[in-house]
């Protein structure tokens, strides 16, 4: 049974490789969104929250495609954005059959 200890050195590794990879692209993220969402988003629903949920998934997917660009890109990123992409527009589907008609 692994204890803490040792779960925490696997994390750190995990970290260092990941790192390696993609860089400090978790440090990109907020700017990201900010742009997306000048504005500000509002999360009024459980569907507003499931499709936000899948956005920031997105984003993070396309920012270390991004942090891979001058080495090709990176395909496990690009196989990830054409799902979620999919999962958004059938949460967005779904979303607009729960939006309440007016009468």
């Known amino acids: 049974m692994a204890r803490v200890p040792e779960m925490l050195r696997e994390g ?8 390696e ?24 629903s459980v569907d507003d929250h499931n499709r ?17 660009f001058e080495k090709g890109g990176h395909d496990d990123s690009l196989l990830d954005l054409a799902v979620y992409s999919q999962m958004l527009r059938e949460l967005d589907e779904e979303a607009r059959n729960n939006q309440e008609l007016p009468f």
């Open 52 to 68: 936000l949920g899948i956005m920031v998934q997105m984003v993070g997917k396309l920012g270390r495609y991004c942090e891979q």
């Open 12 to 19: 750190a590794d995990t970290y260092e490789q990941r790192n």
């Open 21 to 44: 990879l993609y860089g400090d692209n978790y440090h990109n993220f907020g700017r990201a969104m900010m742009a997306l969402f000048p504005r500000g988003v509002n999360c009024d």
